[in-house]
């Protein structure tokens, strides 16, 4: 699975020299995204939501609905893709990691799920957070493209 | 116009005590959305325009769209909504401010237009950042409810 990616470090500096921060959040952010498609390609949701802190405080948006705590996010991806035809192929593309302070990146990007029946997709903007070394999702705003 | 506010403020000891930077922050935050709508119901978009950052980073994520500078997000506003009745009456509500550094927020919250015609409505999530004493939008990622 080949994951498209067009980082864009907001620090100047990045080219070309040694390894920045800037440089390893991206590259840190980017193995939690990649780790996130690949378990969702062989149907493990909660590998996905490995990706996300796992706090109360975690939310994800999506049309009309804010879903609060890292358990219920999962519950809800659980009961929405119940089975591996609706979960489909998921592909990230178009990914933007800004770092906005040493603690926090904004991810955006592009989501599609390929299926049978069909391909919905749309955008996501992401706030990471790191943890020590570990950088996780603690917000999600996701959109669908009007079919 | 009433603006129903349900602030969330992430920091301990907000409650009862002296204003505390996080009780400032939602304060400065609320009065750059409170101005938003009011400008937006009066028809002034340039001034519904000034609660986001004058910059070219700053990002508007709906649907299947990344709009990018604050020109170019005025130009899609304008365009979209370009005489009163497609303007209709716009409402923010359940509005939730959290302060994740000393000059970044995130704003969840509902939006809805009042029109002729039809309500649309959906969730935003917002990354306001301080700039001296000046909080403003840098992303915005709007969704909307499925009709």
């Known amino acids: 699975m080949m994951l498209a990616v067009s980082a864009c470090v907001s620090a100047p ?22 780790a996130q498609q690949a378990a969702w390609n062989r149907g ?3 590998g996905f939501m490995d990706g996300y802190e796992r706090a109360e405080t975690t939310m994800f948006v ?25 979960m489909g192929t998921l592909t990230f ?17 592009r989501w599609r799920l390929a299926r049978a ?19 996780r999702i603690i917000h999600d705003t996701t959109t669908s493209a009007t079919p």
Do not use: C
């Open 44 to 46: 493990d949701i909660e």
């Open 13 to 34: 500096g990045s080219a070309g020299g040694p390894a920045t921060n800037d440089e390893q959040t991206v590259a840190a952010v980017r193995a939690v995204m990649e």
């Open 62 to 86: 999506s049309g009309d609905e804010l879903t609060r705590g890292w358990q219920t996010v999962l519950d809800r991806y659980k009961q929405r893709y119940s089975s591996r035809e609706q």
């Open 117 to 135: 029946a069909d391909a919905p997709h749309g955008r996501f903007t992401l706030v990471f957070r790191r943890n020590n070394n570990n950088w």
């Open 93 to 109: 593309s178009e990914l933007e990691i800004k770092t906005v302070s040493p603690v926090l990146a904004i991810v955006d990007g």
